[in-house]
């Protein structure tokens, strides 16, 4: 869609207050017994539900990719059910949503809207009302990690940490806890919470547990001799992004594989990040994102990365939830590839890092 669906995305981000409000208040003038069920606590969340939605499928409009609002949706849908909303209260809100599109946005961009809520709406008895576990039985490691988690669901990290401590002790690789403890754990956590069966501070305390416990590894991760110099990567998230941990694992675990890396964390100025690839020139970069709408800072990153000079010749490799809903929406960002975790990224990068040696 291109350049249309930047001015439609545009035209939706810059009304989207109005546009939230005016799908709320029509809500709830057609359904007078929301006021009942939910209150004024409930319009006001019903209001910040309409700024996601609204959010996601201006994205998913600019992206081209209908298919990141209907995943959106899919998770939306179990988020609320979980939270006493039903379904059919989603499907109204959606209806009119697509409804307000259509009277307030400029002639033509609210059929363009409309197909993309109508997608979704299409799928939306199909999805389900509750998700798998990633703490599946019979997975390696499995065993440690559902008591890993519940330790950390507890509020007990003294625990975890002496559990992994523990296990690193007794010759556990420690890329194997990575890997099949804290990477599903965190992926596990934000299940929870979607389900409403952990609290935001929960999900809080696992994520800062565990990257204190991976601090804790750092000594025993690089005190076994190993060849270096297999390459060089700088990850960081964009602008905005603030789910950091996944890039982290990243670096560390490409450092236990022998190569450099630079970890610039969260929420990274566009220029700043420039200018360390330049001063730095990397073999890689790999970027995290999330959120779904913050695929258009991958995409301006990207563009300013290739049209430099460094640009040219580095690999460029993008993670995170956003990018795992559709599946070919690295190639529309300009990245060389997509990696759903750490150790996906990692056979990625040696293998695209040895065809550059190779050519």
């Avoid at 669901?153 to 523990?166: F, K």
């Avoid at 964009?238 to 450092?255: A, K, S, T, Y």
Wanted: aromatic share 8%; proline share 4%; charged share 25%.
């Amino acid at each position: 869609m291109g350049e249309v669906g930047r001015l439609i995305s545009e035209a939706i981000e810059g009304r989207r207050d109005m546009l939230a409000k005016a799908i709320v208040d029509r809500q709830w003038k057609i359904r007078p017994d929301l006021e009942c069920r939910y209150g004024a606590v409930g319009y006001a969340r019903c209001l910040e539900d309409a700024h996601f939605h609204l959010r996601y499928l201006s994205e998913a409009i600019d992206a081209s990719e209908p298919q990141l609002f209907s995943d959106y949706i899919a998770w939306a849908k179990v988020m609320l059910a979980s939270r006493n909303v039903v379904s059919g209260d989603l499907g109204n809100h959606l209806q009119i949503l697509r409804d307000v599109l259509a009277d307030y946005l400029p002639t033509g961009m609210g059929d363009v809207a409309r197909d993309y809520v109508n997608a979704a709406l299409h799928q939306l008895p199909k999805y389900p009302l509750d998700l798998p576990p990633f703490l599946e039985d019979g997975a390696p490691l499995a065993e440690m990690a559902r008591g890993y988690l519940d330790a950390l669901l507890r509020y007990e990290r003294h625990a975890a940490t002496e559990m992994i401590l523990g296990a690193v002790d007794a010759g556990m690789p420690i890329k194997d806890i990575y890997g099949y403890v804290f990477e599903r754990c965190q992926r596990e956590i934000g299940r929870l919470w979607q389900l409403n069966a952990a609290s935001v501070a929960q999900e809080h305390y696992c994520t800062a547990s565990t990257q204190s416990i991976m601090a804790l590894l750092y000594p025993k991760m690089f005190a076994e001799k190993r060849e270096t110099n297999r390459g060089s990567l700088i990850a960081a998230c964009v602008p905005g992004e603030l789910h950091e941990i996944g890039p982290r694992m990243l670096c560390d675990q490409l450092e236990m594989e022998g190569w450099r890396t630079i970890y610039l964390g969260a929420n990274v100025p566009i220029g700043a990040l420039v200018e360390t690839l330049k001063e730095q020139k990397p073999d890689a970069l790999a970027i995290s994102a999330a959120m779904t709408y913050h695929i258009k800072a991958v995409r301006q990153l990207i563009g300013v990365i290739r049209s430099s000079d460094i640009g040219q010749s580095m690999t460029i490799v993008v993670g995170g939830y956003a990018f795992r809903a559709a599946e070919n929406l690295w190639r529309d960002v300009g990245a060389d590839g997509f990696a759903k975790d750490a150790l996906e990224a990692i056979e990625l990068l040696k293998g695209r890092h040895r065809w550059a040696h190779q050519h």
